[in-house]
Nanobody, 123 residues
Framework: QVQLVESGGGLVQAGGSLRLSCAASGRTFSSYAMGWFRQAPGKEREFVATITLRSGGNTYYADSVKGRFTISRDNAKNTLYLQMNSLKPEDTAVYYC???????????????WGQGTQVTVSS
């Protein structure tokens, strides 16, 4: 089992940047592919980005964030990151990190989830 704790959310103006972190503990972080998901009020959870097992691994993004967000991981620090640039009001959501054995966009394939961190982008 792995425990995940997100941090770094907050309020930012449109066009600004935030970096989210996800600290992992428990089972070996490097054994898992990791992903970021988000859920806006009244909407279903949606895929944001995922990265394969190793630091500097392959990455995949939702079309809505491609070119603006960057997912990365540091296995030595047991930490996952999401650098978010050029933020838009429609990026407002609770952001969750999650662990899986596969780097896929389907949230049902993820076994462990953090509690989420709120990101609010004002126009």
């Amino acid at each position: 089992q792995v425990q995940l704790v997100e941090s770094g959310g907050g309020l930012v103006q449109a066009g600004g940047s935030l970096r989210l972190s996800c600290a992992a503990s428990g089972r070996t972080f490097s054994s898992y592919a990791m992903g970021w998901f988000r859920q806006a009020p009244g909407k279903e959870r949606e895929f944001v980005a995922t990265i394969t097992l190793r630091s500097g691994g392959n990455t995949y993004y939702a079309d809505s964030v491609k070119g603006r967000f960057t997912i990365s991981r540091d296995n030595a620090k047991n930490t996952l990151y999401l650098q978010m640039n050029s933020l838009k009001p429609e990026d407002t959501a609770v952001y969750y990190c999650a662990a899986s054995y596969r780097a896929v966009p389907d949230g049902r394939q993820y076994d462990y989830w953090g509690q989420g961190t709120q990101v609010t982008v004002s126009s």
